[in-house]
């Protein structure tokens, strides 16, 4: 699946459950371009991939890095 269409996967789902990408930030304490981004695939933001499991976003729709494998990450916060 390309990146454009997991994206619009994922806010599908978000709001499907009520939530908006700036909800997720807000709920982790993260600046939105941060949600945003690992959304998009271009960060891998561990505390974002793992709230959007938690709202449940099937993992086929999240950029899990293979190397890192569960959530892995290479920024903790930012």
Same mark, same amino acid.
């Given at each position: 699946? !390309?990146?454009? %269409?997991?994206?619009?996967?994922?806010? +599908?789902?978000?709001e499907s459950v009520g939530l908006t990408m700036l909800d997720v930030a807000r709920?982790?304490?993260?600046? %939105? !371009? *941060?949600? *945003?981004?690992?959304?998009?695939?271009?960060?891998?933001?561990?505390? *974002?991939? +793992?709230?959007?499991?938690?709202?449940?976003? #099937?993992? %086929?729709?999240?950029?899990? #890095? $293979?190397?890192?494998?569960?959530?892995? !990450?290479? $920024? $903790?916060?930012?």
């Amino acid at each position: 699946m !390309n990146r454009q %269409k997991a994206r619009f996967r994922i806010r +599908e789902h978000l709001e499907s459950v009520g939530l908006t990408m700036l909800d997720v930030a807000r709920r982790l304490g993260l600046n %939105k !371009n *941060v949600v *945003v981004e690992t959304i998009g695939g271009g960060r891998n933001n561990r505390r *974002v991939l +793992e709230e959007l499991r938690a709202v449940g976003v #099937p993992e %086929k729709y999240l950029f899990i #890095p $293979e190397s890192r494998g569960r959530a892995g !990450n290479h $920024e $903790e916060a930012a």
